[in-house]
């Protein structure tokens, strides 16, 4: 089956500076890869995601981008603001349609 | 449009109890998948359903189950309650099975298991 390593776990940024998640994935027939973000109490919401026939994607200060050779994909958030601190988690879909999802990145940036 | 909801949103129980939760999907979505989430296992599929048939099935044991709807609504049920089985679980609704369709999740239910 599927099995998607994210990484890193942690992620400490001062606000208006770059961060960036990354997930690896094993089974070449993954073809669709959501981001999303938890903040405590609340249940994830999708911020972003990316199909394999597409290479890059991008919405406001957040971006995604698709390695299908290497099978890796990359959250990219720019000039980041304290409302952006929450678990980010990735995804990625087996061939049977089947969500896989990472163990999530807590982001904490720092005013 | 209103977004997924689950109820109860808090449940305790005891070990050997049962427990049934409940999902509405966002309207006119017609698939209903279960996660469960806790801090070890992080998110793990349970199962999805797709105009009320199960379609994809997690590795959980057969004391979790659910079912579909015609309006589209979910249940889950958990037998034989486990302290293990403490959790959140999610239910995420989407427009068409997965993965044509993108899942949105709910606020999820916290199950405590004493």
């Known amino acids: 089956g599927e099995n998607v390593e994210q990484h890193p776990s942690t992620l400490s940024v001062q606000e208006g500076d770059s961060a960036v998640i990354k997930c690896t994935y094993s089974?070449?027939?993954?073809?669709?890869f959501p981001w999303y973000k938890q903040e405590l109490g609340k249940g994830p919401q999708l911020i972003i995601d990316?199909?394999?026939?597409?290479g890059e994607k991008k919405d406001q200060r957040i971006a995604v981008t698709l390695n299908k050779t290497a099978k890796h994909f990359s959250l990219h958030i720019t000039e980041t603001q304290p409302e952006d601190s929450a678990v980010y988690f990735c995804?990625?879909?087996?061939?049977?349609?089947?969500?896989?999802f990472g163990a999530g990145t807590q982001v904490v940036v720092t005013p | 449009k209103a977004g997924v909801t689950q109820t109860p949103r808090y449940l305790i129980k005891t070990r050997g109890q049962q427990v049934t939760l409940s999902c509405s999907p966002i309207?006119?979505?017609?698939?209903v998948s279960w996660y469960q989430q806790t801090p070890g296992q992080g998110l793990q599929f349970l199962f999805e359903?797709?105009?009320?048939?199960?379609?994809n099935k997690g590795n959980f044991p057969g004391r979790f189950s659910g079912r579909q709807f015609s309006n589209s609504r979910s249940e889950m049920n958990v037998s034989t309650l486990e302290l293990g089985d403490s959790a959140l679980y999610l239910c995420?609704?989407?427009?068409?099975?997965?993965?044509?369709?993108?899942?949105?999740f709910g606020p999820g239910t916290r199950l405590t298991v004493l």
């Open positions: 995420a609704s989407s427009l068409e099975a997965t993965p044509v369709g993108k899942q949105f």
């Open positions: 089974d070449s027939a993954s073809n669709y």
């Open positions: 990316i199909r394999s026939n597409v």
């Open positions: 995804a990625a879909t087996d061939s049977w349609g089947k969500f896989q």
């Open positions: 309207s006119g979505h017609r698939s």
């Open positions: 359903y797709f105009s009320e048939t199960q379609r």
